[in-house]
């Protein structure tokens, strides 16, 4: 019997016995969390094996192109990042898909154990965005590395999620739906987890008081940056999304919105990482957090200084996505790792065709990528074309939702003109960059379900425990903006719902489906009214 034990890209670890039987499995392997397929990364562990390769060669995935499809998955967990990959193949090292460079250039590159820090001498600023024509953006990777700066000694937030990292307990739980009442077994189960996370969870509360976060990545290596953190990273977000929901059940909504503050706070560690792949984890992580918020309203009543306290994280992190500061700068890593291969395409090639290259990438995505490096063509008009497309994506960047969802539109068209005029690089190097958007504004729209739901549990507390009729009754405290769609600019959908109320944005299908959030549809935030009756 052959033990295969396979790495999801959504963070799930799996196992089974095969025996031999011609060569490979014979039928689909699937992920049991999300589905994913795992039939090349079996087949190709059942060929080592069955080679005598030297022991301890483990699994490693392969490129995968971002797309807009979600995950079929049931309330109220993350959309785990195996939807927006392809199947995996094998490769030394337990590691997770990693979408670095540009568009389809991803490498998986995720390792168990955690890099040493390195020392940086800047001190940590805020996250800007880089709009079209900035100067000082950074071009190559190790401008990039350079702008990734390091807070100051005992101010960043990256240091004690990383020890929490190293000692957290994962435990593969799911929840029930957020107004379902929770049986003794569950908050059995619940307390377990919790109890065994306990030292990683005041880690993780600990970083929260940190803004700044610098994790230690070594970008200058583009596509091959190693990024042990961001499989933790969900794990994480999953734990304190367990705690937020045991604390509130316990009726003790202090600590649920500390769990919920912790859950947010290690999305924005990922804020100022400059590369996709981080700003999808980070999106991810989010999504985990407003289920923990909504676990613990449906559960237990928070005071106003809690309330107030998650009204102001919300805020700040929803003017940041907004102006699409994380995704900006993720497009500026994108650039810097696409111009270290238009400018040195031999040293890419060098990898691709060398010990190991064929495990870098799929078979057909390798061989169109080896076929354009042999005959490159003119790379001066390539190079162009390329910050030519970059500057007119970061200016279209700088429009508002829904607009900005038609820069996927424009990648596209970019994409399809780079081919027909025989620039292969432009067109191999764009198209990831279509599921960039629909992604960025489903990061907003969890901010604005978040801040909308605390809004209404304010006024709910202010008028005798009755929600409003209308999202228009709530009082005019935050911008015009702050309770739109931001896939219509419409209005969040809302609607009262016997004592509470079903709150919810359409989503990336661009579909009311009347707050049916399965099978991914709408985003959707449901408060059942019970929690005051427990």
């Not at 490769?91 to 040493?116: D, N, Q």
């Not at 509360?205 to 610098?214: I, V």
């Not at 957090?289 to 107030?308: D, G, I, Y």
């Amino acid at each position: 019997m052959i033990p295969i034990k396979i790495l999801c890209g959504c963070g799930q670890k799996y196992s089974f016995d095969f025996e031999p039987s011609g060569g490979g499995v014979g039928c689909a392997v699937q992920c049991p969390t999300c589905g994913a397929d795992g039939t090349e990364a079996a087949n190709q562990m059942i060929a080592e094996h069955t080679a005598t390769r030297p022991a301890g060669l483990q699994v490693r995935m392969h490129l995968a192109a971002v797309t807009t499809q979600r995950p079929n998955i049931d309330p109220p967990l993350a959309p785990p990042l195996a939807s927006y990959a392809a199947p995996a193949r094998a490769r030394k090292g337990w590691i997770m898909p990693a979408i670095l460079g540009c568009g389809v250039l991803a490498v998986a590159l995720v390792v168990a154990g955690l890099m040493a820090s390195r020392a940086y001498a800047k001190k940590q600023s805020a996250p800007a965005p880089a709009a079209s024509g900035q100067p000082d953006l950074p071009r190559t990777l190790a401008e990039l590395n350079a702008w990734y700066v390091e807070p100051a000694k005992g101010e960043n937030a990256a240091e004690f999620y990383l020890r929490a990292f190293s000692i957290m307990k994962v435990s593969s739980f799911k929840l029930l739906a957020p107004t379902a009442k929770m049986p003794s077994f569950m908050k059995s189960n619940l307390q377990g987890i919790v109890s065994s996370n306990r030292d990683a969870l005041q880690l993780l509360r600990e970083g929260a008081r940190h803004e700044q976060s610098r994790y230690a990545l070594d970008l200058t290596q583009g596509f091959e940056t190693l990024l042990p953190h961001l499989g933790k990273l969900r794990e994480a977000t999953k734990i304190t999304m367990y705690s937020a929901t045991l604390h509130a059940e316990e009726q003790n909504g202090k600590e649920a919105t500390e769990d919920v503050l912790a859950a947010l706070a290690l999305g924005r560690s990922l804020q100022a990482e400059p590369l996709l792949l981080s700003q999808f984890i980070r999106a991810a992580s989010l999504a985990s957090a407003l289920a923990a918020l909504e676990q613990t309203l449906n559960r237990t009543t928070l005071s106003a200084e809690a309330l107030s306290a998650l009204a102001k994280m919300f805020q700040q992190m929803e003017a940041n996505e907004a102006r699409g500061d994380a995704f900006n700068r993720a497009m500026t890593g994108e650039r810097a790792t696409a111009l270290s291969i238009l400018n040195t395409p031999n040293v890419f090639l060098a990898k691709l065709t060398g010990p190991g290259g064929s495990n870098m990438m799929k078979g057909d995505e390798r061989e169109k990528w080896i076929a354009c490096l042999q005959n490159t063509g003119n790379l001066k008009a390539e190079l162009q074309y390329y910050e030519t497309t970059f500057e007119k994506l970061m200016a279209a960047r700088t429009e508002p939702f829904p607009a900005r969802l038609k820069t996927g539109d424009f990648i596209s068209r970019r994409s399809i003109e780079a081919k027909a005029t025989g620039m292969v690089m432009n067109d191999l190097l764009m198209p990831g960059r279509v599921g960039t958007a629909p992604k960025e504004a489903e990061c907003l729209a969890h901010f604005r379900l978040g801040l909308a739901a605390i809004a209404l549990e304010q006024f709910r507390a202010a008028h005798d425990k009755r929600y409003p009729a209308a999202l228009s009754e709530l009082p005019a405290q935050h911008s015009p903006d702050t309770f739109i769609d931001p896939f219509d600019g419409q209005p969040l959908r809302y609607e009262q719902k016997g004592a509470g109320y079903l709150l919810y944005s359409i989503g990336p299908n661009l579909s009311d489906d009347a707050g049916e959030r399965t099978h991914g549809k709408d985003l959707v935030f449901d408060v059942g009214g019970f929690a005051d009756g427990k």
